[in-house]
């Protein structure tokens, strides 16, 4: 088969799912590990205050977890972001496949060949 812009069209929108599909993994185990960080930085802010830390180290250690919460959150917009333009490109290839498919199937398998752009202008 031929490289046309119907096949070159279908490798990117596949492309793009995938890499996609990559970016939700990838932000998955970021979301885990930034999770179990605000964990951790919470569940320490909590000993130091019940050790009588200093206070400014308290606040420091639970700001932190708040702001790697803030990060759990974020990232998990960005994921369900990605999953949304993965689930666009899959949908967008299927219509286009539908709608061009048969045509590019035709074009592509008939033993004639087709005329330069152009070639029925009457300029």
């Known amino acids: 088969m031929s490289d046309t812009s119907y096949t070159t069209l279908q490798r990117t929108l596949r ?9 939700c993994d990838a932000l998955a185990d970021v979301q885990a590990v930034m ?3 605000a964990l951790f930085a919470a569940e320490t802010a909590g000993l130091l205050d019940d050790a009588d830390g ?20 974020d990232t998990r917009q960005t994921r369900d972001a990605a999953a949304d ?3 666009t490109a899959q949908e967008a290839a ?5 709608k061009y498919g048969p045509l590019d199937e ?9 005329p330069k752009p152009g070639f029925f202008d009457e300029d």
């Open 106 to 114: 035709l074009r592509t398998t008939r033993s004639t060949k087709t």
């Open 15 to 23: 492309t793009i799912a995938a890499a996609m599909e990559n970016a």
């Open 85 to 87: 333009v993965g689930s």
């Open 54 to 73: 200093d206070a400014r180290y308290v606040e420091m250690t639970s700001a932190i977890s708040t702001l790697l919460w803030g990060v759990v959150i």
């Open 35 to 37: 999770k179990g960080n």
């Open 94 to 98: 299927a219509r286009h496949k539908s």
